[in-house]
């Protein structure tokens, strides 16, 4: 199984959180062997400016774009993620075929920048929803993801606020769809139910259990009860819990005969940041974790191979 890595623009670019110009940015992450990078839509059609230059960084270097979408904004500050020619906006407190109607617009506006997309990252829903408006949600989403030549290729991320935020009426939502593709960030469940990974929590350990075949990419960023991101240089124990969690969800791709396995080191600026990060750390720390989930996955891959 082959081990793909994606390259986060969020607080690396100077366009959103950090210090570095897209060219440079696209640069370091091709020489460091990523084979894509990952920022939302709306920073992408921000960078591109209508000249084509993220798309031409990307093709110039061979690398592919994972773009992240939103059902609904503004997500924080007042802050929309819709890039300003959509159409069709949602806000939290939007029906479920709202919410539905606006991802569609994204994901077509995605398409049109004929840029290699293996998937498409959701933000999706809300987390005030019932189980049912969920479940009409998704089923509205996968007619849209297939409207949008996403068939098959959209991935909903577990994070704070949507309606993956619950890792127990998510392992529900899995079992009545089981065709539903996530992205792990497990730093949101950490922190959104007070639980650190390194306690062994039953319920919780039960839960990603049940998730953890259903997990298509990783959003490795570690994090605890108080806290969606810490310093993993400095929380062994932390980062030793959630290796275990990953290392489950190589094992339920590789059960399923998946091909490779995706992650984006997600490590992001303030308001995610402590206060003492400079602008340069987060990309230290995405470069720190990039390296660690390399050698602990082929570690693993190798156990594969001897039996262990």
Known sequence: MRLCAYKSLWGVVAADG?????????????????VGVECS?????????????????????????LPIVFSSGPVWHGWSPFPPSAVTTAVWSDSPARHAAALEESLRIAASLRLSTPFAVAHSGH????????????????????ATGFAGRLVHETHRGRLTSNAWLLARLAAEFPALRL????????????????????????????????????????????????????HPEEVAAFDAA????????RAAGCSESSFTPEYGPRPYAPHDWALDTVDEVNSWTAARYRERFHSWSMRQVDGV
Request: overall charge negative; hydrophobic content about 45%.
């Open 18 to 34: 950090g210090r570095h110009s897209l060219a440079s940015a696209v640069e370091r992450a091709a020489a460091d062997g990523y």
């Open 127 to 146: 987390d005030s929803w019932t189980f049912e408006q969920a479940a009409e949600y998704l089923t509205l989403a996968e007619k849209a993801a297939a």
């Open 41 to 65: 839509l709306r920073l992408a059609l921000q960078l591109d400016e209508g000249k084509g230059s993220f798309s031409g960084l990307l093709g110039r270097h061979g690398l592919a774009w």
């Open 246 to 253: 990953w290392e489950a969800i190589w094992t339920a791709q």
């Open 183 to 234: 992205v792990a960030d497990y730093s949101h469940f950490t922190v959104g139910c007070a639980v650190a990974l390194s306690e062994g929590d039953v319920a919780l350990g039960s839960a990603l259990a049940a998730l953890a075949g259903h997990v298509f990419h990783v959003h490795a960023r570690v994090g605890d009860e108080c806290r969606p991101q810490v310093d993993p240089r400095h």
